[in-house]
């Protein structure tokens, strides 16, 4: 028997860009309303507007989003994906094809925008309204390719696919929204410099097809007031302003096609209050600040945040340029805002105040509220000097770079953190309504064979309600991190390269609980999910959600131990763990320390380990056993086997554990599991 997970959507409070529509007053009606997205890359939650889409929803709908890189109206039918979105038996099916069809993307993908292409849509109106469905045409969204000899304007692009789906529309009668004019004209309108703010990055090029976080909403916002138009009965389950939410559909990038749809339920993770700051701006210049990288502006910058907290707060602006600074201290109602251009930059180790006998953190600030670190600059920490220091010396110590501590309503988003001499973000105490998204955070592996960092921490988290949005990461240690004391945290859309990976503890004591990792992709990741504690710093941890995860030469892809002070070699090598070895682990007494393991799920997860590591560990401790851990639809190819030894009530579904011993092949002591 199939068990079901429900889906995990949570709601936060978004700080829209711009008035919007008016909000309807409509009545909602008691059924929910499905709405089901069909296309390629440029629509699905990772790289199109799907994501933003959801955002614009109401209560009363739901979103499923089958869309799937690459694919176009002709490959999509064939590979059996239209089949499934139908399964769905949506009320509303948005149809979006066209950057695939085209000429040179190979015959199993290319169709001819006058004949093939036409049928392909015609078909998928016929049998989205042959289940009762509402179909609705959407052009494509354009590409972001601005004509040299027309510096204002686009490169022709799509044109041939959009007119044919229009003369489809009129042919059928179906709704059409024309993003490819609609993006076509907006692009046009705000001119290449702002248009390239909504293209993702990728190995140092812009992405001028898929969309970043901003261009997600700016896109979907165009879909929605369209929408408004030419189906107006979907008005009243739409929103002026967007509200983020996650949940476990059926995005290309972040589930394998072939995995089960969950049914949808509401149970939030975390729903964050967002920090409310006056407009008013202080800029750092009128404080005397300079950015000619020479110069150090601790002073100037610290009077402007004073200066704004005693007006009752506002916005610091760091303009572009290169500011030296040392460590400044944030107010309550103050948004830090790094302007495009603005780098921010600590002072190296030899000017730091304190040196290695006394170092404040960069940025902090304790018991404040309604306080940010906002926009598209950067703050490098200079930290390859410090980063010796780990082996070198057992008493200097290193600054951390932004250390909010018992703080309510935080929002660090847009920015970029490099090379911090120890950990970029730790957020403390007994924090709340804690927001991180779309941040970029970038240090050296710690096994950079140049120049390693250690301890540099991309995110850690203490407290309740957090959420890590649309973040890129690649460390030397934690990807992401909490200890106890921590509840109600949803992570979700995040790429993690270089680190240790998503992780809880080790220090666990106080409890933590209520935790979901949603839609998130690893590469080259020393750990995938990392979950560690030991007798003399645990808690209980429970609750955990792990969903829709994709991993690639992970180093462990699932880690769950609670023996992370064992002095033993044998106990250290995790990857060569044997049963043995596990079975002789000594017992102690079970005491107000001892780490508690229960009510664990990972679901929709595929994985591929790094060469001569294991496909996965949970080991619980003799006296206290791990319990309760689901892994469903979860598919791992390693070149070891799954080890589960101390632990009770393990159930694999539907799952596939590849390693050169066979399919599913366990090894386990002290560790009855359920295969099925």
């Keep these: 028997m199939k068990l079901h997970l429900p889906k995990i959507i949570a709601a936060v409070v978004w700080l829209g860009a711009g008035s919007g529509t008016a909000q309807t007053n409509a009545p909602m009606p008691e059924k929910t309303l499905r709405i089901v ?6 629509v699905n939650d990772a790289g199109g507007w799907g994501y933003g889409f959801k955002q614009f929803l109401r209560g009363g709908a739901e979103c499923f989003n089958t869309a799937a890189n690459g694919r176009s109206s002709k490959s999509y039918i064939a590979e059996g994906r239209w089949a499934k979105a139908l399964a769905l038996k949506g009320d509303y099916y948005l149809i979006q094809f066209g950057h695939n069809d085209e000429p040179g993307k190979g015959p199993e993908r290319e169709t001819d925008p006058a004949t093939t292409y036409r049928e392909n849509l ?27 000899a027309a510096p204002s304007k686009l490169k022709p692009n799509l044109e041939p696919y959009a007119a044919a789906m229009k003369q489809v529309a009129v042919e059928k009668g179906v709704p059409l929204v024309d993003l490819h004019a609609r993006s076509v004209e907006y692009c046009e309108k705000i001119g290449p410099t702002e248009t390239a703010k909504l293209n993702p990055v990728k190995e140092g090029k812009p992405d001028t097809t898929h969309l970043n976080a901003a261009g997600r909403l700016v896109f979907a916002r165009i879909v929605v007031a369209e929408l408004r138009t030419v189906a107006p009965e979907l008005a009243p389950y739409l929103r002026a302003e967007p509200v983020p939410v996650t949940d ?45 990288g020479v110069a ?55 000017k730091y105040p304190g040196g290695t006998i006394n170092p404040e953190n960069f940025i902090s600030g304790t018991g404040l509220h309604d306080v940010a670190i906002t926009g598209a600059g950067a703050i490098d920490g200079q930290g390859a000097a410090w980063w010796p220091l780990a082996k070198t010396s057992k008493t200097a110590k290193r600054p951390r770079m932004i250390t909010p501590a018992n703080c309510e309503r935080v929002l660090i988003e847009g920015v970029t953190l490099s090379n911090s001499p120890m950990f970029h973000i730790a957020i403390g105490g007994k924090s709340a309504d804690v927001t991180v998204r779309g941040v970029t955070i970038r240090a050296p ?24 949005a649309n973040c890129d990461v ?28 998503v992780s809880i503890g080790s220090p666990t004591h106080g409890g933590v609980s209520n935790i979901t990792v ?109 319990t309760n851990v689901l892994l469903e639809n979860v598919t ?41």
């Design 296 to 350: 150090t502006n601790t002073t100037a910058l610290q009077s402007a945040i004073n200066a704004a907290s005693a007006a009752g707060g506002g916005v610091v602006e760091v303009p572009a340029g290169v500011f030296l600074c040392g460590p400044i201290k944030l107010a309550s109602q103050v948004n830090l805002r790094l302007t495009d251009g603005a780098l921010l930059r600590m002072l190296p180790l030899g």
């Design 636 to 676: 791992i190819t390693a070149d070891k086997p799954f080890g589960v030894f101390g632990a009770q009530g393990v159930r694999l579904v539907n799952a596939k554990i590849v390693t050169p011993e066979g399919l599913n092949r366990i090894v386990s002591t002290n560790a009855p599991f359920d295969l099925r």
């Design 518 to 626: 949603i839609n998130c992709t690893f590469h080259d990741t020393e750990t995938g999910i990392r979950i560690k504690s030991d007798r003399d710093r645990g808690g209980l941890v429970q609750d955990l959600k792990y969903l829709n995860l994709r991993m690639t030469n992970v180093g462990c892809p699932i880690l769950i131990y609670a023996s992370y002070m064992a002095q033993e070699k044998a106990y250290r090598n995790l990857n060569n763990l044997t049963p043995e070895t596990a079975a002789k682990y000594p017992a102690a007494p079970i005491g107000e320390r001892t780490p508690v393991y229960r009510d664990f799920v990972f679901s929709n997860i595929t994985a591929t380990a790094a060469s001569g590591r294991r496909a996965g560990l949970i080991w619980g401790l003799p006296e206290m056993n791990v």
């Design 37 to 42: 997205l069909v296309g390629d890359s440029t």
């Design 248 to 292: 476990t559909d059926t995005a290309a990038e972040t589930k394998d096609p072939g995995l089960e749809i969950l049914a949808p339920s509401a149970a939030p993770a975390a729903s964050p209050a967002l920090p409310m700051i006056p407009n008013r701006v202080f800029r750092v210049a009128d404080f005397g600040a300079v950015g000619d």
């Design 445 to 468: 592996a710690s096994d950079d064979p140049l120049g390693p960092s250690h301890n540099t921490d991309a995110c850690d988290v203490k407290g309740r309600n957090i959420l890590i």
């Design 474 to 501: 690649s460390v030397g240690d934690d990807n992401f991190t909490c200890g106890g004391d921590t509840s109600d945290v949803l992570i979700t859309n995040c790429t993690y390269g270089f680190g240790h990976g």
């Design 122 to 148: 015609a078909r998928y109106v016929a049998e989205a309204r042959a289940i009762g469905a509402r179909p609705v045409l959407v052009t494509s969204l354009t590409r972001r390719n601005f004509d040299p």
